[in-house]
């Protein structure tokens, strides 16, 4: 029987024990980056729920959703604006502090990298308890974007990130743990 593209991917993705910290499972997602065929079949899975829709510009979060956002922009010939950690983006920025398990985090976008009706997805590799991409996602309505929605290529579903974020549109997700 020939394994469905998610279970071909799933199979693909590493659990790595207590990194970067004791207690946490990290999903190492760069065996899916460096086969080429499973590459394609994420970027696919992850640009289908946008096919037909009028799509102006991804927004990916640092790090990770760099490769994915870019990955996903060019699929679906559109822009591609990177959400940096506090003090990276060179231009003037608008940022916001969102609150982490431990202390607290600041993510930027450039004050001019949305157009005020601009159609915008957010794209990152995976959904955790949702603080990160929530802070985006509040950038990107505050510099007027038109969220179509977010896309992650792996969601845990146990921390209930999409609960969070469920308000600022569709949530999109490739593989659920
Ligand atoms: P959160 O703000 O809790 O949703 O965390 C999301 C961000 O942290 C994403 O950008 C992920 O890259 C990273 N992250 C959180 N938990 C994990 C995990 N278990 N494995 C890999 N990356 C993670």
Redesign the pocket.
């Known amino acids: 029987m020939v394994e469905s593209p998610t279970s071909q991917l799933r199979s693909a993705v590493r659990d790595v024990a207590d990194f970067p910290q004791p207690g946490?499972?990290?999903?190492d997602i760069t065996p899916v980056l460096a086969d080429a065929r499973l590459l394609q079949m994420a970027i696919d899975g992850m640009a289908h729920a946008f096919y037909g829709q009028k799509v102006d510009k991804v927004v990916g979060?640092d790090a990770?959703?760099f490769i994915f956002g870019a990955m996903l922009a060019a699929r679906l010939h559109t822009g591609f604006i990177p959400a940096r950690k506090k003090g990276k983006l060179p231009w003037k920025t608008i940022g916001v502090d969102y609150s982490?398990e431990y202390g607290t985090n600041s993510i930027e976008l450039h004050l001019d990298a949305i157009e005020p009706g601009e159609n915008v997805i957010l794209a990152?590799?995976?959904?955790?308890?949702?603080?990160?991409?929530g802070a985006v996602l509040e950038l990107i309505e505050k510099s007027g974007g038109n969220l179509l929605g977010s896309v992650f290529f792996i969601e845990?579903g146990f921390?209930n990130?999409r609960s969070k974020i469920a308000h600022h549109g569709p949530v999109h997700s490739l593989l659920h743990y």
Do not use: C
């Open positions: 946490i499972l990290f999903k979060i990770r959703g982490l990152d590799d995976l959904l955790a308890t949702g603080g990160t991409a845990l921390l990130g």
